[in-house]
Each structure stands twice: as C-alpha cells, then as structure tokens.
C-alpha cells in the first residue's frame, strides 16, 4: 500500500509538469447528444475512431439492432476479433489478429466510460444503454498502458445529459432465457445529471449433461449501475458511475472428442460479485484543460470444476478469489500551436489478488494418476493410500502495482500529420504462496502392510518481479480530404508478466510423487513466473468517405516475442503453465465497407484475414514451428443490411418497420499446436424484425437460423481432449419501451 501511495503522489506530481486544454470531440453518438459534453476518446486524437483504418466504432442504432449488449456480442462486427463463448464468464479470452490468452493477462484491454478493466474475469460483463463501442486494432500501450497489445475495446454509456427519460426492457427467448431493465435519465438546470439502470437476465440452459441428465449451462445475472454527471462549473465537470453486479452460473458444457458427449459427475459452477466505482473530472486551467480519472474495483468469484470432466471422480479444483485494484490516470491535453498539438499523462495502478485454490484428488485420480505410477516402478512393494480423497491445498497473495509516464505530440505540416506517442513503464509483481497437503499410504508386500509413510507438506514463499519498459508509437497520415486519408502506423506493445497460480497444484502434487521416488521435482520460480511478452506492429492502411459511402482498408505485419503461452511441464502431472515460449509472426489484412444510401437503408461489411504461424515453439515434448497459432480464426466475415418502412394511418402504435439480416463469420481456427484438431469456417445466420412506435419498439428475431453446428473453445485434460459447443438456434423477442 505503500508503494501505491507513493504511486498516486508520483501521479499528482506529474500532472502539474504537464500543459494542456481539452481535445474537441465531435462524437456523433444520439441525434439528442449534446455533443460538446459527451467524454469520449481521451486519450485518442480527435476523430481517431470514425477516421483510422485500424478501428471501428458501433453506434448506438447499429448496437441495439444487433441486439448488442457486451464485448462478446460485439465481437463479430469486427474484423480479426474473435471473442468465443467459453464454458463461463471468468474465461473472457479475446483474439485478435492472432494475438490473445488462454488463461492469465489478457492480450486487450477494456474501458468502460473510461474507466480501465483491471481483471480480465470482469471482460463478460452485460450492460444496458450503451452509447457506443470503439475498438482500436493493434498495440495501443504507448496511451492505454499494460495488456493492450492487440488493442483496446472502449465502452462508453449513456449520460443524463444525452438524454433524458426512462426506458424498460424485457426480451424472451429459446432455451428459458429471458432478459429484463429499467433505466432512468434526469437532468435539473443544465448542472447536475443522474442516471440510474438495473438489469436482470438468466437463462435455463442449452446443454445437457449426460450424467445426470440437467441442463449444465444455466445462468442467473443481475447489474446495476448509477451516474451522476455534475456541471460543477463552466470550467469543471465530474462524473461519478457506481456499479454492482452478480453473476452465478452452472458449467460446463465441454464434450470429449472422442465420444461426442458431454458428461461429468462431479459438481460445477462459476460464481461472481463485482462492486466498481470510478470518478472522473475536467477541468480548464486557462487555455489548458486537465482530464483525471480514479477508480476502484472489487471481485469476489469462485470457480468449482470438474476438473476430468469424466463420470470417473479423477479430481476437482476450486479458485476462490477476492481482488482489490485502484487506478489513477491524469492527462492533459496541449492546444494547437503552430500546427503543433500534445497531450501527457501520468498512470498508476494497485491490485491485491488473495486466492485458495485446493484441488481435491478422488478415489480414481488416486488409483490412477499416483498409485499406478508408484506400483508399476516397483510392483513387488505396491502402495495404497491411507484415504481415498485428499487435498492438495494451496493459497496466495499476490499485490502488483505499477506506474507510467507518457507523451503524445502531433504536428500538421500541409496534408500531413505525424504523431509520436511514447510510454516509459513501470511494474512490480509479488506473489506469497502457501502449498500444504497432510495424507498418507501404506507400502503393501505379500498382501499384508510393510510399513507406512505419512506425506505432511507445508511450504510458503515469497516471489516478486519488476520490469521497465519502453513502449514507443508513430504514425504518418496523408489527408485526401476532410475524412479521407492514407495511414502507416508503427508500434510496439507489451503484455503484462506475472505468476500462474493454477500451477502450483501441480508443483506440490509433483513434490509429493518425487517424496515416493518417481518423479522430478519443479523450481518453483522458474516454473511459475513468466516475462512480458511484446510485439513490434507495421501496419498501412485508408480511410474513405464518399457519397455516403465508407470504406476502411488495412494491412499489418506484427512480430510477437517471448509468447506467453500454455506447455507441459516434465514429469507426471496433468496440468499445464504458462511460460514464454517462442515468438511468432502475423500478418493480415482488414477491409470495412458501410453504405447508407439514404437514411432508412444501410449495408455494412467487414472481413478480415490473420495469417498467424510460430517461427519458433517447443512445449517440451514437440516442436511446432511454422505451425499456425490456434485459437485464433484465420477469417472473420460480417454482413449486415437493414431497410426501414415509414408506416403511416396506425398513429403512435406503429410509425415504422424495418427488417433486418445478418451473417457473422469465422474459421478455420485450429485447436492444438500440432494444426491436428480445427474448426472450419462456419457461418451463422440472423434476421430481424422491428415494429416501431412513438414510445416503443418490438424486435421479432433469430440468432443461428439454420441451427449450424460449430465448436468454441478446446482444452486438453490427461490427454483427453475436449470441445465446447457452440449456441445453437435461437428465437426471441425484445420490447422496448421510451416515457
């Protein structure tokens, strides 16, 4: 805590070294937006998400008409992202051009009315009334700082000052899911503003477990969120967003590859409570303006698997965790002088993660994943435990923190702008970890006991990590017009380091066969930390706006090192951990076409290719290099079109129809290393219709019309291999409603 202090002094400090005003936003979000008021794209430059090749902004119309409610619901708009529909909402992996994370740091980051997603669990969040959606394709940790090396996904809600009202929502669909919200906007003498939603949904589930014969998906979620957006003065605005939500869930409904079936016996679930708060304030100092933004965010959650998802009782593993994170980021914005324009900031951030995590061995893993070993290396003495469950417990603390300074300076010279960002890094992670286990076995010879030896292991450490980096950014853009112009952008990103906790159950289950005599023993440090990964990006592209046409057109070529990826450790666990493994390179191109010929019709199309292989990659038992990376679709297509029908004679019933499909793309995505297992390219399609009216709207729609078979997600559990399935038809209904 201390160092987070002294964290916040350096912040504050750096803020008072810096000169600016506040960068114009001219965000096209409602038609009622008060634009000039609307806090959106701070630490961009102006227009940033409606002009750069490389990004994509979702409106407020196109969301609610796509049915739009979460980053995962997004994610097929936009191309070269792929966010699948894992097992549970703590599994919120997010892929982008080729670059992402199974488990750990997230390779993109997340922001929420600017606030900063510090825990990767809180990604799969549901939300009502959002405003509009940016998201900025490549490494953007020059501005936004650690984990966002593939890029950045921007959420920004509604504000009492956009609009003024109440809204209710209620959705029915397939599989018992339902949804539900209410909101409400107030404005009083154009000073003080709050907005309050709460919104509910759950779902009974899609997917049987064969076990037992119960739906394993079923879902139970609430959120609640209040804003309170405060005029102060003509120089000085506030904004505070208070929000809570609780999700509890069943899980999972992974099938064994090799029989198609989903079946387990033993109990799962994922549970979470989330509480954030987060503050922000502008202020103009003179001619400069000054935008700082404060947050605290809260996690409690517990995932509970079966762990073999067998209907043998091989093992379970419980995560139980709570976190602590606060975050404070000042910026200020420099006017243009000369052509000449800057912004600069200071950032700092402190997590406090505390975690059991005990995996309990049953009667099966016992006989099979220890006894059996032990037995067949010396058959004459075989063993037998004294129990047949116990546990392998482990718990840890881990506080990270960190602090950053960076830059931005823009220059217009004729139709040219060049723009240099520039971050210098600081991190320190710790973890203190404590593994224990209290069994025993019997050493048998001739069917009568020879002897007993009890295990009794209880052994803490302490482990930390710093790292200083140097995250640069520049960009040449030629404008051919008022919105049109040709971009080339060099960047470097890095994704965070840290300790994977989830190993060390496999540390301590390896002490305790080597204490039998068959097998190695891990260092610890070696085997559970791991380094940053980064990654230089080159990237060209043009944007083009035309006779109410747009067109964005872009290519890159990243080159990732030291990867942070998934391997198997020697010896006879069933586990696997993190380590920085290799490097790869991927290339790629990203085409977006949106026509709207005239107000009541739109056409949009987004497409985009990842060409993603390993130049280098050994897990330990294999070599994988030129092998594509998995995980990540090598295509992602959207299209969508809509027209709308003014109705007249119905009054304020019906004022107008519109009818809407869509198809959202992906493939081939491979699931292993060995390039052996894939997904193909598979195709879902979406239709919808709108019935409007004066106060209301009514979508009639369908998600996965023609019931398409896909997977989503792929694991490997002692060497059994498993699939998740993907959603399959879907009907459903949503009222809208406007006083």
């Not at 549970?88 to 009315?113: C, E, F, K, N, W």
């Not at 230089?536 to 944007?543: A, D, L, P, R």
């Amino acid at each position: 805590m201390k160092r987070f202090l002294l964290a916040i002094l350096l912040t504050a400090a750096g803020t008072h070294c810096l000169k600016a005003a506040l960068a114009d936003n001219d965000a096209d979000t409602l038609s009622v937006s008060i634009r000039e008021i609307t806090v959106t794209g701070i630490k961009q430059s102006p227009g940033e998400a409606w002009t750069s090749p490389s990004s994509t902004w979702i409106g407020y119309h196109d969301l609610n008409r796509e049915g739009i409610n979460s980053v995962k619901t997004a994610s097929s708009m936009v191309p070269n992202l792929f966010v699948p529909d894992y097992g549970s909402r703590m599994t919120s992996t997010i892929y982008v051009r080729g670059i992402g994370a199974r488990m750990d740091q997230p390779a993109v980051g997340l922001t929420i009315d600017n606030m900063p997603v510090m825990c990767k669990e809180n990604y799969d969040l549901d939300l009502m009334d959002i405003e509009h959606i940016e998201v900025l394709r490549g490494p953007q940790s020059a501005m936004f700082g650690r984990n966002t090396m593939g890029g950045v996904i921007n959420i920004y809600t509604l504000s009492p000052f956009s609009w003024q009202g109440t809204r209710a929502l209620f959705e029915g669909a397939s599989h018992g899911s339902w949804r539900a919200g209410l909101s409400h906007y107030k404005r009083w003498d154009n000073k003080i503003g709050l907005a309050g939603s709460i919104t509910t949904n759950g779902t009974s589930g899609e997917f049987t477990n064969a076990y037992n014969n119960r739906k394993c998906d079923w879902e139970r979620q609430g959120n609640a969120r209040v804003k309170l957006h405060w005029e102060a003065t003509d120089d000085t605005r506030i904004i505070n967003t208070l929000s809570g939500s609780i999700s509890r869930q069943g899980g999972y409904p992974y099938e064994r590859v090799e029989t198609g079936l989903i079946s387990y016996n033993d109990t799962c679930f994922y549970r979470r409570t989330a509480v954030s708060d987060a503050l922000q304030v502008h202020t103009q100092l003179g001619s400069c303006g000054l935008d700082a933004f404060a947050s605290y965010q809260y996690l409690d959650d517990n995932m509970t698997l079966d762990q073999d998802f067998t209907p043998l009782p091989y093992f379970t593993l419980t995560q139980a965790r709570t976190e602590h994170a606060a975050t404070l980021d000042a910026i200020l914005n420099g006017n243009t002088f000369n052509n000449y324009s800057w912004k600069g900031g200071v950032s700092s951030f402190y997590r406090h993660i505390s975690m059991d995590a005990p995996v309990t061995f049953l009667d099966t893993g016992i006989a099979e994943l220890i006894e059996k070993h032990r037995n067949e290396a010396a058959p004459s003495y075989p063993v037998k435990w004294d129990e047949r469950q116990f546990v392998l417990g482990s718990h840890f603390t881990s506080p990270t923190w960190g602090v950053a300074l960076y830059h931005s300076s823009e220059y217009k010279w004729k139709r040219f702008d060049f723009r240099l960002n520039l971050r210098l890094d600081y991190e320190h992670a710790a973890l203190n970890y404590r593994s224990t286990t209290h069994t025993g076995y019997n050493i048998m010879h001739n069917g009568s006991i020879y002897a007993h030896e009890p295990i009794d292991i209880d052994d803490t450490g302490q482990l930390h990590k710093h790292y200083i980096q140097l995250l640069p950014s520049f960009t040449i853009t030629y404008n051919c017009g008022e919105r049109n112009n040709v971009r080339a952008t060099v960047s470097r990103g890095s994704k965070a380091g840290g300790y994977n906790t989830q190993m060390f159950s496999d540390v301590l289950q390896q002490r305790l066969m080597g204490m039998m005599g068959i097998g190695p023993s891990y260092d610890v440090n070696s085997v559970v930390g791991y380094k940053p990964e980064s990654a230089w990006n080159y990237e060209v592209g043009t944007h083009i706006e035309k006779d109410k046409v747009n067109i964005d057109i872009n290519a890159f070529y990243t080159r990732c090192r030291d990867l942070q990826l998934t391997v198997f450790p020697d010896g006879t666990t069933t586990g696997r951990l993190m380590t920085n493994a290799g490097s790869s390179r991927n290339m790629g191109i990203e085409a977006a076409l949106a026509w709207h010929p005239r107000k009541e019709t739109g056409l949009n199309i987004s497409y985009g290719y990842t060409h993603a292989r390993f130049i280098e990659y050994s897990d330990g038992k294999n070599d994988y290099k030129n092998h594509t990376i998995p995980y990540a679709p090598a295509h992602t297509l959207y299209a969508g079109a809509y027209n709308r029908w003014a109705v007249r004679g119905c009054g304020d019933w019906i004022t107008g129809v519109t009818l809407s499909a869509n198809v959202k793309c992906a493939g081939r995505i491979f699931w292993n290393e060995a390039n052996t297992l894939s997904q193909p390219f598979y195709a879902l399609l979406g239709t919808e219709v709108t019935i409007e009216g004066r106060h209301h709207t009514l979508e009639l729609w369908a998600r996965n019309l023609t019931d398409t078979s896909y997977k989503t997600f792929y694991f490997v559990s002692m060497n059994r291999e498993f699939l998740q399935r993907g959603r399959g038809r879907s009907l459903g209904a949503t009222l809208r409603m406007r006083f």
